[in-house]
């Protein structure tokens, strides 16, 4: 029989018997997650996560086959079925369903930012959990007049208005201290030839509020309620324009 391939391989994955030293893929996949939540994905490696289970990396390939198909176990695994008031009832509204899914899609992100990092190495969404989430996101779109092609383009510029806040603040962690930024728009940078910039930092539009994860989620509500209020006007001139 041909080896299956990562992605097929975690089509096929079922909890499975733990090993008679007590491995599993389960505990392989969850080592390997609190790995990278505490160090990043960079963190991961087979000899590693073996070494947090005490066993030796030979031993993990027993049950999963490469570095690759251990990150996608781990990608579908950190994001998780959707929750079940995200898929829409009948007669739901089309925007506060979308909204419930990005908020529900942007705290799961943020809670495993490392995510982030597995999208050049592994591409669009393709784990049973992850297309169970793009499932529910297009459900909610199902009573709109947009063509399909036009559904899967709302929720594929949802996430990636959700990989803009992680990478926004995981870039803001890595820590530029606003004193930085004073002394530069103070001291370096000439009015003449960045004027609005200059506006914009003398009238705190770079200020941080006292709460950084309240700050956060304006930007995101900011952005987020921007693009409905896109697809809402699109979604008007379809119905208008049906006979």
């Known amino acids: 029989m041909d080896a299956l391939s990562p992605l097929e391989a975690v089509w096929n994955a079922g909890p499975g018997p733990a090993g008679r030293e007590g491995l599993s893929l389960a505990r392989i996949v969850a080592a390997a997650i609190e790995l990278a939540d505490a160090e990043g994905l960079d963190a991961v490696s087979m000899s590693r996560v073996a070494k947090a289970l005490g066993f030796t990396p030979m031993s993990l390939y027993r049950h ?43 705290r799961c992100m943020r809670a495993h930012p490392w995510i982030l990092q597995t999208l050049p190495m592994l591409g669009p969404p393709a784990t049973p959990n992850q297309l169970t989430w793009l499932e529910y996101g297009l459900r909610t779109l199902r009573p709109t007049p947009l063509s399909e092609p036009e559904k899967l383009y709302v929720m594929l510029m949802l996430n990636a208005h959700t990989f803009g806040d992680l990478t926004f603040h995981e870039a803001e962690a890595a820590d530029t201290p606003e004193s930085a930024y004073e002394s530069l728009f103070t001291r370096f940078l000439d009015p003449a030839r960045f004027p609005a910039l200059i506006e914009a930092f003398g009238k705190g539009a770079f200020a941080a509020g006292p709460d950084p994860a309240e700050d956060r989620d304006a930007q995101f509500r900011f952005g987020l309620e921007r693009i409905l209020d896109g697809v809402a006007r699109l979604i008007e001139a379809r119905a208008g324009s049906r006979p």
């Open 64 to 106: 999963v086959g490469s570095k690759e198909e251990l990150v996608l176990h781990m990608q579908d695994v950190a994001v998780g079925p959707p929750p079940a008031e995200l898929d829409p009832a009948p007669g739901a509204d089309w925007r506060e369903g979308v909204e419930r899914w990005a908020w529900a899609t942007v």
